[in-house]
């Protein structure tokens, strides 16, 4: 999937925005399979505002935010869902977890929606390979923030999709766990030729990226 913003100029910063150069509002931008994009932007200017645009979760929007070339203002019901299930993922700032579900059901929640892209085992590997295998049965309103960013970046990738959005993925990671958790993202991005768009305050070197930092 393509994700396209036309001039976009969120409503709520636009006195603001009319003031600084932005290398992402009011700008024809295309986000392509296999691309590698990083936002870095200071705090309060719009990068969560921007993460919510991309996923139909607010239209208080100028300009057009296309998927495939169709408005996403027409995509609605079924159509919608099924973007949502195979074509687009997101890890949340706000990771919004159930949180008296355990670790294992949130991911599982995502992996059987449809037809399942992955066996329920490659849950434990993935889980394994970001050191929260003892969190998998604990519910995740008690799981540490860490350990909660690691189970919602588990649930974002045991679906299909061809666009990952990461809205700030690592805040709450300390440097190792952070790489190793950007190895295994690389890896799923690259399984499915997947382009990844990431926000984050700082400069870090986990992905090749295209940087914009001006937002
Ligand atoms: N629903 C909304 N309606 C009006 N203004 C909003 C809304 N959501 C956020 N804002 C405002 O828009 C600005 C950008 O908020 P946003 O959360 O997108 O920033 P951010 O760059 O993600 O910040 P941070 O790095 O602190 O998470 C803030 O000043 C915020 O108060």
Redesign the pocket.
């Given at each position: 999937m393509q994700v396209t913003l036309n001039n976009i100029i969120?409503i709520?910063?636009k006195e603001n925005l009319s003031k600084r150069p932005s290398d992402v509002w009011h700008s024809q931008i295309q986000f392509e399979k296999g691309c590698r994009v990083k936002i870095k932007?200071?705090?309060?200017?719009?990068?969560?505002?921007?993460?919510?645009y991309l996923y139909k979760m607010?239209s208080?929007y100028e300009g057009t935010v296309l998927w495939d070339n169709k408005d996403i203002q027409e995509i609605h019901g079924d159509e919608l869902a099924v973007r949502r299930q195979q074509s687009i993922s997101v890890i949340f700032?706000d990771l919004r977890l159930f949180t008296n579900l355990t670790a294992r059901e949130n991911i599982e929640l995502n992996r059987v929606l449809q037809k399942p892209f992955y066996e329920s085992h490659v849950i434990e590997e993935m889980a394994d390979r970001l050191g929260i295998t003892h969190i998998l049965g604990q519910p995740a309103g008690i799981c540490s923030y860490g350990e909660q960013q690691r189970i919602a970046i588990i649930r974002a990738l045991v679906q299909p999709f061809s666009i990952l959005v990461m809205?700030?993925p690592f805040s709450h990671l300390d440097k190792r766990n952070s790489e190793k958790a950007a190895v295994l993202i690389e890896e799923e991005c690259a399984k499915r030729g997947a382009g990844l768009i990431l926000?984050d305050?700082d400069e870090d070197e986990y992905f090749n990226y295209t940087t914009l930092s001006n937002?």
């Open positions: 969120p709520p910063l932007a200071p705090s309060g200017t719009g990068k969560t505002t921007l993460v919510h607010r208080d700032q809205d700030e926000t305050l937002l």
